[in-house]
């Protein structure tokens, strides 16, 4: 077995390399050829729960599971609030084959994700860009937004100032070619612009529908459990949405637990799983004044993936630890 740490992941597993693995990964997942039970969660402590989430893919041949504890507090003591591992076990005898650190991957990931939906989604001369969150996340998402739309223009907006604007600095030292600005209003953040991404941990919707204009596109992903929700109705009823995995949309999607419960819509609402229009099979954009939304809830098939990629890159450049059992 291989184990690979947080230091290698960062360096083996660029964000352009990210997407096209995450986009490839999801196109078997549209096909229905991959495993992939719901994720599971149980609490450990106030606020804090332990996830678990297996699977089987077919492209590249091999299973695992990611253990992630999720600690909502953790980024205020320097620390992701996703940490854990992800083992991959190999076909043929039923070997683990690596170990890897999960906070990172599934980070890295699920911005992945979503710059591959905009680069399909969105409209191609989208250089205007909203950031919901200033956590991890919001991090991950700039540089995959940036690595698929011509970006010019950021506005990072979070309930805390401080943060935002911390976040922005940053951000500008990183890509001094862009012009970027922080504050704590979610309505003007998002005032006109080509695409918006939201990434916090909020229980309860921090962006309006009336805020939307037409032509966005929406990368709506902090909120992964059904008790919680980052959208409000009207942003669900103004767009056209495609998801990750329907069966994870169906189930644990805040907005749509909130909104079928309440007769508002019904499952049937959806365009369809985002691996579908990769691979041409569904439609995407239909045209530039169209909203469009990808919701991303996170599957096991892109942990998958990407680890097995960086098992590869790995080993081919002689990183990471080798032990035997």
Same mark, same amino acid.
């Given at each position: 077995m291989k184990i690979i740490s947080n230091d290698d992941v960062a360096q083996l597993l660029p964000m352009a390399e990210a997407i096209d693995v995450v986009e490839t990964a999801m196109i078997s997942v549209a096909k229905g050829t991959e495993t992939l039970p719901l994720r599971?969660?149980?609490p450990v402590g106030g606020h804090n729960k332990m996830g678990i989430m297996p699977g089987a893919i077919t492209e590249p041949g091999c299973f695992g599971v990611k253990l992630v504890s999720l600690f909502p507090q953790n980024p205020e003591k320097g620390l992701s609030s996703h940490r854990g591992?992800?083992?991959?076990?190999?076909?043929?005898?039923? #070997?683990?084959?690596?170990?890897?650190?999960?906070?990172?991957?599934?980070?890295l990931r699920t911005a992945a994700a979503s710059g591959a939906a905009t680069?399909?989604?969105?409209?191609?001369?989208?250089?205007?860009? $909203?950031?919901? #969150?200033? #956590?991890?996340?919001?991090?991950?998402?700039?540089? $995959?937004?940036?690595?698929?739309?011509?970006i010019q223009n950021v506005r990072i907006a979070g309930r805390s100032p401080e943060k935002a604007a911390r976040f922005s600095e940053h951000a500008s030292q990183k890509y001094p070619d862009i012009a970027f600005s922080s504050g704590t209003d979610v309505a003007a953040a998002v005032k006109e612009v080509d695409i918006i991404c939201t990434v916090t941990a909020s229980p309860t919707p921090i962006l309006k529908g009336e805020w939307i204009t037409a032509g966005t596109h929406l990368n709506v992903v902090g909120s992964s459990i059904p008790t919680m929700r980052e959208v409000d109705d009207a942003a669900v009823?103004?767009?056209d949405i495609w998801v990750d995995y329907f069966p994870s949309w169906e189930a644990q999607a805040g907005e749509i637990v909130d909104m079928v419960a309440a007769g508002i819509i019904s499952t049937d609402y959806l365009q369809g799983e985002i691996g579908a229009v990769y691979s041409g099979d569904l439609a995407g954009r239909a045209d530039e004044s169209q909203i469009t939304f990808y919701r991303s809830l996170g599957i096991a098939a892109q942990?998958?993936?990407?680890?097995?990629?960086?098992?590869?890159?790995?080993?081919?450049?002689g990183l990471g630890q080798d032990v035997k059992f």
């Open positions: 599971s969660a149980i591992a992800i083992v991959l076990f190999e076909r043929k005898t039923g #070997g683990a084959i690596a170990m890897m650190d999960a906070g990172l991957l599934t980070a680069r399909a989604l969105s409209n191609q001369h989208s250089t205007s860009l $909203a950031i919901i #969150g200033t #956590g991890e996340q919001a991090e991950h998402h700039l540089d $995959a937004m940036i690595a698929v739309r011509p009823l103004k767009a942990d998958l993936a990407t680890a097995h990629y960086v098992l590869d890159k790995a080993i081919q450049k």
